[in-house]
């Protein structure tokens, strides 16, 4: 496994049947933990089974990624479920997952929300609690990642459960220190020098750049670059070079 100051986390095995999404045996070896499609968004148990093998080939974290029932918006549809609907579906994907991984000699050590079922949590507590409580259910030993100084992380502490508190790389904030929308222009960060930069900040001043010069603070335990990112590869080699170097100038 690679040794970064910061956990770099990515979403991973959300290939389903001909459609393959991002490159994950290439991105494994730059990651220290992995959020793997449960099915719900993506991933089928074919490409799962590979990604967890690849994970542990790797010494990488694994992480189960579930999400609201929506393959064909890919998890990012807003869904109203009641609490019982919503435990029941969370319950089915992280109970497969963790099942696949131990078969395979693996551990589950984190539930990572996907899309629109991750961003209701970070700002709606009752939603954040159904989560919680479905992955205390399951096992007690489970961490919960999710969005930093969000309503996901207050609702984590009074329930007892470990938070791994994370920030986006590829990804503008609100001022509020929410996610913009995907579907604001300028959402998505694509250029790699900037997404680089975003890194910097984050690691090693802990702030999140909203409109330069503004930032806003953040305080994260890791970082997220998106799996399906067409320059993924790139901006996890560009970001090694840049740890590997920040070591030798300090």
């Known amino acids: 496994m690679v040794n970064y100051p910061i956990d770099i986390n990515c979403d991973m095995g959300e290939s389903y049947g001909s459609s393959i999404v991002g490159q994950d045996e290439n ?31 790797y010494n990488v974290r ?21 609490a019982k609907e919503l435990n029941a579906i969370i319950c089915y994907q992280i109970s497969a997952l963790k099942g696949m991984v131990e078969r395979l000699g693996g551990k589950l ?14 700002k709606n507590i009752e ?33 007892g459960i470990t938070f791994i508190a994370e920030a986006f790389c590829d990804r503008k904030y609100e001022k509020d220190g929410t996610l913009m929308s995907r579907e604001k222009d300028g959402s998505v960060l694509g250029n790699v020098q900037e997404i680089i930069d975003q890194i ?32 993924a590869l790139e901006i996890l080699k560009a970001m090694k070079y840049m740890f590997e170097n920040y070591r030798n100038e300090n």
């Open 27 to 57: 991105l494994m070896p730059f990651i220290t933990s992995c959020n793997i499609a449960c099915g719900f968004h993506g991933g089928d148990p074919f490409q799962i089974e590979k990604t967890i093998l690849i994970a542990l080939k």
């Open 62 to 82: 694994i992480g189960a990624h579930p999400s609201y029932p929506d393959l064909e918006g890919f998890g990012r549809k807003n869904m109203n479920f009641d």
């Open 109 to 122: 050590s984190y539930v990572k929300p996907h899309g629109a079922l991750y961003n209701k949590a970070s």
């Open 127 to 159: 939603e954040a609690a159904t989560v919680i409580e479905t992955i205390q259910s399951i096992d007690t030993n489970l961490s919960l990642m999710g969005l930093a100084g969000s309503i996901m992380e207050t609702v984590a502490r009074t329930k």
């Open 200 to 231: 910097k900040v984050i690691v090693f001043e802990n702030k999140i750049m909203i409109d330069s010069p503004h930032t806003i603070s953040v305080n994260a335990n890791s970082i997220c670059v998106h799996g399906d990112n067409p320059k």
